[in-house]
């Protein structure tokens, strides 16, 4: 491992944690140079929801490779381009009543956010933006304006302006009504808050600390910004192409955003790939007036549209997620109550769980741990304390009852019980 010692930038950390040198992965499980397996738990930060080398993807990806079709396309008509978006239509928006343009902004979630904040920006002709407690967005400078965690933030070197943040559902443990002071202060000129362009909110937020927003409180925002005019953005680009259940996580509240940030496992096979959602009415871009020179990922759209041909012509995998999730609820939930020298409690949504330490040492603590007993698995919140579970969702009812017992293993070493 000297090589990336010696070469590679301190900027690495998840190879801190995770300190050996992996080669192959299938499914949920990587394998490093050693022949040692582990079970993943991480799920590339949510970029893996179908797993490594789904082999309903990768025959039409070599397939297109060994024709020598387009790989990079920037924004011109591709073949592989047009049959992703026509599946996209066909099987994504027009079943769920939704009408969206897609913008391709780059191959990342920042690219997604920084395109959907410009956008807004260029629709309302207003600068500020309203984000969240504890939201996190991306790393350049615009997705940072708007993200909550003080030492992401810091590392931008510059004062991050143009953007406030409100309190997040359940900021005040139910103390207080919800909006009360974001709608106080959109209605009180002497509040000092400059007039926003937009709203942007994760329907739970996964770097935050699987803070899931409930349903009522997702429409109540909703209804604010329809109130207020301001443009809503969801940020889907962790939570959606069913984390929690359905392929959109705001699907559950009954709201169409006027903006919607997708990447990670658009592809469905790890590859680079984003998207921007936009509603037609907004959709007032000039060509050429955000662009990437990434943006024409061909092979990902190919991966992309198998992905949806495979796992979306029917409910099965949302079904699988949502039971998938109440289990592992249910046994974060056994393991608090098996631990009672040690405050914790389950949080999250779908496959998007956490187990929330109040002792914040213990969140880096259990998941070394694990990784000792060859599970990955990776931790959220403002100071890591909590536990996060991003597994495939093409996981396995044995493969979910193996981690989840690791864990509670884990746990009872970390706490001594």
Not at 374 to 395: I, N, Q
Request: hydrophobic letters at 40%.
């Amino acid at each position: 491992m000297t090589v990336f010692e010696d070469l590679e930038s301190e900027v690495r950390s998840y190879c801190r944690n995770w300190p050996v040198v992996f080669d192959t992965a299938k499914g949920s499980r990587l394998t490093d140079v050693d022949g040692n397996v582990y079970l993943d738990f991480f799920g590339g930060a949510g970029a893996l929801n179908y797993g490594h080398n789904p082999e309903a993807l990768k025959k039409p990806l070599l397939d297109y490779m060994a024709r020598d079709g387009i790989t990079h396309g920037l924004d011109m008509y591709t073949v592989a381009k047009g049959e992703f978006l026509h599946t996209f239509q066909d099987k994504i928006l027009a079943p769920r009543g939704l009408e969206y343009k897609v913008q391709f902004p780059g191959p990342t979630g920042a690219n997604a956010v920084e395109s959907a904040l410009k956008l807004a920006r260029k629709i309302s002709g207003k600068e500020a933006m309203i984000n969240f407690t504890n939201a996190f967005h991306g790393m350049t400078l615009g997705a940072l304006s708007v993200t909550g965690n003080s030492m992401k933030r810091t590392g931008a070197g510059i004062p991050l302006v143009h953007a406030t943040p409100m309190p997040y559902d359940n900021y005040f443990d139910g103390k207080m009504p919800d909006f009360m002071w974001f709608e106080k202060l959109l209605g009180d000129s002497g509040s000092g808050l400059n007039d926003p362009a937009a709203v942007i909110v994760e329907t739970v937020q996964g770097e935050g600390g699987l803070n899931p927003a409930r349903i009522e409180w997702l429409q109540g925002l909703d209804d604010l910004c329809k109130r207020k005019g301001l443009l809503l953005i969801v940020d889907d680009v962790q939570m959606g192409i069913g984390r929690t259940g359905p392929f959109f996580s705001f699907e559950i509240a009954g709201i169409k955003p006027d903006i919607v940030c997708i990447s990670k496992s658009i592809s469905g096979y790890g590859l680079p790939m984003a998207l921007v959602l936009i509603k037609p009415e907004h959709d007032i871009w000039g060509p050429g007036e955000h662009n990437g020179t990434f943006r024409g990922n061909n092979p990902a759209f190919v991966t992309a549209a198998a992905a949806i041909n495979e796992y979306w012509s029917d409910d099965a995998l949302e079904k699988s997620t949502i039971a998938k999730g109440e289990r592992v609820e249910e046994a974060f939930n056994k393991i608090a109550h098996d631990t009672p020298s040690t405050e914790m409690f389950a949080k999250g949504r779908g496959l998007a769980r956490g187990l929330q330490f109040e002792n914040a040492e213990l969140g880096d603590k259990v998941a070394g741990e694990a990784f000792q007993r060859r599970l990955l698995l990776e931790t959220a919140g403002p100071s890591d304390e909590v536990l996060k579970v991003l597994c495939p969702l093409t996981t396995t009812d044995d493969e979910l009852d193996e981690g989840l017992a690791i864990i509670a293993e884990s746990v009872r070493a970390a706490t001594g019980s």
